[in-house]
């Protein structure tokens, strides 16, 4: 089973939307294997960016993820980066579809509620930065196989 990580950003936490985004990965039929609240320490947000470091946004980004609480998580399942990714809508909410994430909670790029990965590269990048192996729980389902073929 593939592996990704998923990230409340702090415009989520704030606004209270952390429990219905995390209920639509659950619906979807995805499970959650690693979950925590916490507050982003600065050297963590710039090596979660820093492909971004150059970049004239690189300041104003670490200033606003680590000014508020986030929710963390790691979902596991069959093709779920590239689902996670669909589910969360554009970057940019502008150009998110209707019934996405950011297409439903989300109005600008700078407060777009969530991040997710982008690759099954970047998922265990991300996942190594805020997980350590003993915070991440592997069960069954007792509903897999109405999920799985």
């Known amino acids: 089973m593939e592996r990704t990580f998923v990230m409340v950003k702090p415009d989520g936490v704030q606004r ?3 429990g219905k985004i995390i ?6 039929g995805y499970k959650i294997v690693g979950l925590k609240m916490m507050q ?7 090596q979660h960016y820093g492909e971004h470091k150059e970049k ?7 200033q606003y993820i680590t000014s508020g609480p986030i929710v963390a998580m ?16 554009a970057t940019n909410p502008q150009e998110a579809d209707p019934g996405t994430i950011r297409g ?3 109005v600008e790029i700078g407060r777009n509620v969530i991040h997710g990965s982008d690759s099954v590269d970047s998922a ?3 996942i190594e930065l805020y997980f350590k192996p003993e915070e991440l729980v592997s069960y069954q389902l007792a509903g897999d196989n109405w999920i799985y073929e």
């Open 16 to 18: 209270n939307l952390a």
């Open 23 to 28: 209920s639509k990965f659950e619906e979807r």
């Open 40 to 46: 982003m320490p600065q050297e963590l947000a710039e």
């Open 56 to 62: 004239p946004f690189f300041q104003p980004l670490i």
């Open 74 to 89: 790691v979902l596991e399942g069959k093709g779920v980066v590239r689902a996670a990714r669909k589910m969360m809508g």
């Open 104 to 106: 439903t909670y989300a």
């Open 124 to 126: 265990k990048r991300e």
